[in-house]
């Protein structure tokens, strides 16, 4: 009568065989029609494996096919089958996640809803948008241009919004905006049995009973499958520009940022950029005609309604910045500028790699994304660049300081695996003491995270997350393995 | 194996007898003390009745005691207690909700944990704040008056943050900083079995598995108790102004608080009062020396760090304001004239009360509470109005505009109780048809809500929320049939 599941307490799980596998995909294929199926070796390959790499699926984990059905009542249908016949499934959307969120550790059915891309409904006057799972984000804002409104997060390009929610994704905006759970009002979910519910209607504020659109996003399909979403948008911000901010001391530059949300004003980006970030860029010549200061940066995206109030907010700003030992303050306004700018922060994973290979030719990276208290920033980065430069591995770090969230982009040729797995796992141990999470944004998939997990949120809340993933999926076919173990017999470990 | 729970499907609760209730209550009295609990009858009624009584208790509707833990694992320990002798736990705070949220429908333990109330630690460069349950939230207001901080919510006087969470309650200033959802960061929680967890640590922003947080929050005491909470701060807002402005037509006001959204400006409030709450307020003479016009009022507060963007924002407020036909703009800065405005927003349900007793000396008012598409407002409020009227009910209207938010204060003597009744009802249900929902604040408790609810989300919805229920609460001791039912051989009606 426990309100918590001990993985020990568990039997492992059991999938169907073969044979049974293979009549429900032909039941599927007549559900979905035969165009929209697929069993060919290099889709299955992609569904299982990011174009990063980082957390690499083992040899046999890809999935019997994958499907691509076009309607909420098609996914409900194949889910169904699934959950009669036992079979895994493991849904999919825009494939940009980089923990091994699509990695299919019992195999079974792909249903990837890249084909349900529809934008169902605009309220325009109520700054809110239905849509399906498979719509990209940036095809989403791309949509809302001329309504001079935009959906908050900025995740990696690409992203749908499927995958945003499962992933509770964020971006560069996410200061201003917040995660994807704060940008949505409702969504329609599969259940592992089948069912379809609605967590709500299009409130804007609701105390009507458990927050299921919440329990959902971030939950990495292992509680359900979206079908579609109501998110809420936002108005465009008018007469934005970019602050950068070049700081000789980390400490500083996390003071400014505490001393800007102390001041009252509204930041739409509070990014950071690390002085080694900054010398691979200049040594790459990656950064167009602009000179950058080798030092630290701070990039600040601002915005007001009225010049008046740009200039007041901009004045803030730059005393905020000088008065925490900041330099080389300058105000990009046009737009080329403010491009070049954001290039330079949107590339950095790109650009720190290219500037690896050139002193180790066989260089990997592996970004890391915890998160901690704003305060904590300058103990989590002195910390453990100091450990990785011990170690000789180069590093280069940089993130979203306005919520500190930290990638450090760990550097290393194959040798180093090993050391640079170890240390990157200390960093997270260290951002768990400073009272933050292995993840900000990313999420846990199947990555080493899962086991740091327990360490930071405690082995029962973990048990509690179990106790709700089998309440909605008794016979865990849903995502198995996600987040957290669901079978005493798994010993997957993403790097062995 | 379904992911849902249909109420048909299970047994009536049974809980412990009257023997083993007195004899736990030896035992639990030995964990707190004899001095922290207590059956006086006075208690036991005040810890049934909240003072409005708009849902009131039955005859034997009250606890077997109260208990005051002053610790975690005080709480822990006596829900242990519970859990194992099978006897119902309600947990109290400040008392104010109002839908019955902590009748006993099965008599047992009262938990207040209103002596729980320390502020645990301030990290005043995190903007965030540690405390416990009983902490009120105009209190921790006071206490952060001297750091320039505050807490987000304003619900009514009185309530303290474990219920504000329990609730997901909020208030006026919900249109700039969310509900109480939006403003906490990670909760210590005993589970029904006395298992203790923390749903997460401070970090602002994490993608680390399923969101525990929010769904405790509004959970409404049915899965656990809130014994710590870290909460999300906010700077003051700096030279605040409450812009009045007044309509003919409701549409307008909408209209208005919609361009207001398009004109990217911040409001700290969106409140909107009709033409019959103010009729009441110049009637009763209630609103101080100024003369109140008697059309609808939009009462917005504004605020800017600096002064020059308050007047750029008073102006888009204005020209906004004018577009849409609103007149008679007004913008109070003092603080004593602000005072006196904000002071009729804030009596208006005594207000209306006081004015309808002089034609009607035995009325009583009902507050309603739906919460509907800012879109949706005017035909909520016209054909709301209109069907009271036609019933020859009075009614006042008032609300939080920019969240849709509705208060309907319905006035009628006690033999219209019955007709007011379906017509609250009738507004709910218009609300579900205007894509909104029955409760924008207060929480469902025990109200009539409750069936609402299932016309709302659906049944499967609600048959889920059964399921996380009884995951969490194996035996349905926590707070039951709250928000929905759990025991298909009850069938009570809160006013019948």
């Not at 001990?6 to 492992?12: E, G, I, V």
């Not at 590339?347 to 260089?363: D, F, R």
């Not at 240390?423 to 944004?441: H, P, Q, Y």
Request: hydrophobic content about 35%; some cysteine; aromatic content about 4%.
């Amino acid at each position: 009568m426990s309100s918590t599941t001990k993985l020990h307490d568990l039997k492992p799980l059991q999938f169907a065989s073969e044979d049974t596998i293979q009549s429900a995909m032909k039941n599927i294929s007549q559900i979905v029609g035969p165009d929209n199926m697929t069993v060919s070796k290099s889709e299955l390959d992609n569904h299982s494996t990011d174009s990063s790499n980082f957390v690499p699926p083992k040899d046999h984990e890809r999935p019997h096919c994958i499907v691509y059905p076009t309607s909420a009542e098609q996914v409900s249908q194949i889910v169904k089958i699934c959950h009669d016949e036992n079979i895994p499934v493991v849904p999919y959307s825009g494939g940009t996640a980089i923990e091994g969120h699509f990695i299919p550790t019992h195999r079974g059915i792909c249903i990837d809803v890249s084909k349900m891309n529809k934008i169902v409904q605009l309220h325009e006057d109520d700054l809110d948008v239905v849509v399906q799972p498979g719509v990209g984000w940036m095809e989403l804002n791309e949509y809302l241009e001329p309504y001079n409104l935009m959906f908050g997060p900025d995740p990696g390009p690409g992203a749908m919004i499927g995958g945003i929610l499962a992933t509770n994704a964020s971006g560069t905006n996410a200061v201003r905006y917040g995660a994807a759970k704060d940008n949505v009002l409702s969504m329609t979910v599969v259940l592992a049995d089948g069912t379809i519910i609605k967590t709500k209607n299009r409130p804007r504020k609701s105390s009507n009973g458990y927050n299921l659109t919440n329990l959902f996003v971030g939950s990495e399909g292992t509680l359900g499958i979206v079908v579609e979403a109501t998110l809420k948008l936002h108005v465009k911000p008018k007469n934005e520009v970019i602050a950068m901010i070049n700081f000789k001391s980390i400490t500083d530059a996390t003071k400014t940022v505490s001393g800007l949300f102390k001041s009252g004003i509204t930041c739409n980006a509070l990014e950071f950029m690390d002085d080694r970030q900054m010398l691979a860029i200049s040594e790459m010549g990656t950064g167009g005609e602009r000179t950058w200061s080798p030092h630290h940066l701070l990039l600040i995206k601002l915005s007001s309604p009225n010049l008046n109030s740009l200039n007041d907010v901009i004045k803030t700003v730059k005393d905020v910045g000088i008065e925490n030992n900041g330099f080389n303050i300058e105000i990009a306004k046009d737009d080329e500028t403010k491009e070049e700018i954001w290039r330079v922060r949107k590339t950095l994973l790109w650009n720190s790699l290219q500037w690896a290979k050139k002193v180790k030719p066989n260089a990997t990276i592996l970004p890391t994304d915890v998160c901690v208290p704003v305060s904590k920033l300058p103990e989590l980065i002195t910390k453990t660049m100091d450990r990785l430069n011990d170690a000789d591995l180069l590093a280069t770090a940089a993130g979203h300081a306005g919520d500190g969230n930290l990638h450090v982009l760990v550097i290393f040729e194959p040798d180093q695996a090993k050391v640079a797995h170890e240390l990157i796992n200390e960093m997270s141990k260290l951002a768990i003491e400073l009272d933050g999470t292995v993840s900000g944004e990313h999420g846990i998939g199947v990555s080493d995270k899962r086991e740091l997990l327990e360490q930071e949120l405690g082995i029962e809340t973990i048990d509690l997350m179990r106790t709700i993933k089998f309440a909605l999926d008794k016979k865990g076919i849903l995502n198995p393995d996600h987040i957290f173990k669901i079978d005493p017999s798994e010993d997957r470990h993403p790097f062995s």
